[in-house]
């Protein structure tokens, strides 16, 4: 067969049927594409992590092989490809793009710990390209394309024994590294803290080496989780992403808050007034309607009734029992839309993780638990302002967020911690400490811990008369509101 006749052979069936792979028209089009793919390959740089370096490194390697290969068929025009060498040319194009989206998924933008999660079935997965690659290289008909130069030759021999010297088996190191991550968790359920020294080692490890690679980290964990992205694994993610939370805390201190300026929008008053439940003010992920024609998030409207209240919050009226919930789907449609649009997360109930006492999120639970508590300790020892200030904003941030964290920072002594900070002359220290107690009033136990609190509701009248920035009036204002809500005595008190 002819260069000519394998060229027209390969484009009456080069473009396969809706469904199938696509491949180029033609044998010199075909070899451009595999030539370009094995040298895109070939560039690849291994993930920030150690995790799959080697096998990253092998894979680049074995394409750059490939490359030489593709060059040499492409040095000369004339050649003549029998369909046999054609069709196992198709083949290999099909493993390389295998290759290339598994190196895509290694990329930068995945998760440190996720590519720990995933680290066995990704080398097994490499393994099997790695496989097929072999395979082909076996079969292609070396014999049948005539005048090829030796050094070709040489280059399909010699990739050929290192395709055979693939294992399916992870590198051991980062194997090691992913069990010493996954006993972190085993620990943090059964309620133990990590010991400092092999939690700075995992993250060493990780390449988790300063507080602005754990905040890049947690970014995209939350995002990974948001996106569901790997459902079998979310449980997992969610546990993983309290770990980093809490190394990052004891590892590397607090985060430092940006600067407050006059025009800055603060991320609780950024919600529009009609997004919040009337009882927790706090972004509504549940709408629903009760009888009076009011919406309410679910779970405060169930917890208002739960707690002996017979009468809508707002309104006063009645409310039946059993008490009878309407979703508010247009508003959550809304709520959901706005989010999207404003880069605010946004986990629908039905999304979430279902609670799992005995597993992964046990782990998550109790790596808050000890995040409060060390924060919470840390801000007991009487630091600088400066360190206060990083302090209290982690702890607003991370009350920001699941009424668990609200109630073991209360637990862990943070109400009556924060409360004296309200007077501070830091106008940054001042925002925190009352956006946090903000935070924190979203639940109803918090609300009473507050008002009970010496200087509490004082702390918080002071800010909204005398506050150093609007930003911190209106929380105070809007934590006011919060506490009011809760108990008539409590809305005596504060008017």
Known sequence: MNG?????????????????????????????????????????DPPRAPLLRRTIRSAARRSTLLSLIFEELLRDPALALPRAAVLCLREILLVLRRLSALLDTCSARISRVRLALQLHPLAAAFHDATRDLSTLLDIFPLPDLGGLPDDVVDLVHLLRCQCRR??????????????????????????????????????????????????????????EIRDRVDPQRTAAMVALLGLVRYGKCVLFGASTPRRYRADDDDDNAAFPADFRCPISLDLMRDPVVVATGQTYDRESISGWMAAGHATCPKTGQPLPTPLLLLPNRALHRVISRWCRQHNVPFDPVDAEVPADPDGANKAAMEAARMTAQFLVQELAASPPVESANRIVY???????TGSENRTFIAEAGGVPLLVPLLRSEDPNLQVNAVTALLNLSILP???????????????????????????????????????????????????
């Open 4 to 44: 000519t006749g394998a060229e027209e052979d390969q484009s009456s069936d080069g473009e396969l049927t809706s469904g199938a792979p696509s491949f180029p028209h033609t044998t010199l089009a075909l070899l451009h594409s595999l030539l370009l793919l094995s040298r895109e390959i070939s560039l690849s």
């Open 166 to 223: 693939s294992s399916p088996s992870a590198d051991p190191q980062d194997d090691r590294l992913r069990s010493q991550v996954l006993k972190m968790v085993a620990d943090m359920e059964r309620e133990m803290a990590p010991d400092h020294s092999e939690l700075e080692g995992v993250f060493q490890g990780l390449g988790l080496r300063d507080a602005g690679s754990c905040r890049d980290e947690i970014e995209r964990l939350e995002g």
């Open 445 to 495: 136990a918090n609300k009473k811990r507050i008002m009970k609190a010496a200087g509490g509701l004082d702390g918080v009248v002071h800010v909204l008369r005398s506050g150093a920035s609007w930003q911190a009036k209106e929380n105070a204002a809007a934590t006011l509101l919060s506490l009011s809500s809760f108990h008539a005595l409590y809305r005596r008190r504060v008017a």
């Open 394 to 400: 982690e702890l607003r941030q991370l009350a920001k």
